[in-house]
């Protein structure tokens, strides 16, 4: 009983730890950039004490919607990858390595392509292609997911080694088709395709946000629920079988909502990898193997890598500025590579 409250004790103190964290970080974006602003400027302009309209374009325009897009990114993709090692029993596996982020990007990209050639400019933003963009997404995560599980299935069983070795060629082949199609498209659209593939939010909006924000509440709700099942998981299938429980539907309810959320990720910001392989070992250290733990605890991890790994990648060659993509996998590599010698696959 005594271990179980410090581990709810733990628990709490992760959520409101990296919780507090992010805030500190999204000051720091607020304020920080090509256009500095003091913290009374960011204070007057959010309460709207004596408004300036240039502190509520940068603010308003600009950071904030940036902030919230990383923040939802981070936790949806946070969660899936909890999701995705729970079900798959293998802590090197996230959305990024199984190909389910380049499946999606992909199918996006495709969109972009086949839309262009129909005389509809993609990034005017229209309604119906930012709806539009996750369903694409879901059909080329989905589609990755169903390739990799067919050659990964041997014996009654999903063989790990291969799952990852199956993952990480299909991901370099969706990554193939994607170059080839951005190279089929004019100069602008290219170079505005070439930097979302690499992960980008830096042309976050408040229509992208409202687009986004129902996926990663719902489905990330629906698998919190069930995050209990995840601790199931991890015993034998016949012996989880024995409690009573389905696991074929549960694993598939788990894997359609890690491939929607890591599908309306992408769609906002491009693939970027290696937070949901981060934030649930992170968790699993901080909070125990608790699985009702790891999720929300991945969530805020997440949130909190994604919000200040944008931070980097604004300011830390400015005024140039990195897709956060690439920070993260300059994070994200030598953890991964860790990892790897660590469970000596």
């Not at 293998?90 to 996006?108: E, F, K, M, S, Y």
Request: aromatic share 14%.
């Amino acid at each position: 009983m005594d271990r179980g409250r410090i581990q709810f004790s733990r628990y709490i103190l992760t959520l409101l730890a990296f919780i507090l964290l992010t805030l500190v970080a999204g000051y720091f974006h607020l304020t920080n950039g090509a256009f500095d602003m003091s913290v009374m400027d960011v204070i007057k302009t959010l309460l709207r004490i004596d408004p300036n309209p240039k502190f509520d374009l940068v603010i308003f325009q600009f950071r904030l919607p940036r902030i919230i897009i990383a923040s939802l990114v981070g936790i949806g993709l946070g969660m899936a990858g909890t999701a995705i090692q729970g079900i798959t029993r293998n802590g090197l596996a996230d959305p990024g390595i199984l190909g389910i982020n380049a499946g999606a990007g992909a199918a996006i990209v495709a969109f972009m392509f086949f839309f262009q050639m129909s005389g509809v400019t993609f990034f005017k933003e229209s309604w119906f292609s930012i709806l539009a963009m996750p369903l694409f997404g879901f059909v080329g995560g989905l589609a990755a997911v169903v390739v990799i599980f067919i050659f990964s299935w041997r014996n009654g069983a999903l063989d790990m080694q291969r799952l990852i070795l199956t993952g990480i060629a299909i991901s370099s082949g969706f990554g193939a088709l994607s170059l080839y199609l951005s190279l089929k498209m004019n100069a602008s659209d290219y170079e505005m395709a070439a930097v979302w593939s690499v992960g980008s939010i830096y042309s976050a909006n408040w229509t992208y946000i409202i687009m986004i924000t129902p996926w990663v509440l719902i489905l990330g709700f629906v698998m919190y629920r069930k995050s209990y099942l995840l601790n199931y998981f991890q015993l034998e299938d016949s012996s989880t079988k024995s409690l009573g429980i389905s696991v074929e539907k549960e694993k598939l309810i788990f894997l359609l909502c890690s491939v929607g959320i890591v599908s309306v990720c992408v769609s906002v910001s491009g693939s970027i990898g290696f937070i949901g392989l981060m934030a649930p070992h992170i968790a699993r250290r901080l909070v125990g193997i608790n699985h009702r733990y790891i999720m929300l605890s991945s969530a805020v991890i997440g949130m909190f890598l994604l919000v200040i790994s944008d931070y980097f990648a604004k300011t830390i060659f400015q005024p140039a500025e990195l897709p956060v993509g690439i920070v993260v996998s300059i994070i994200g590599i030598p953890y991964f590579l860790y990892l790897l010698a660590k469970s000596r696959v």
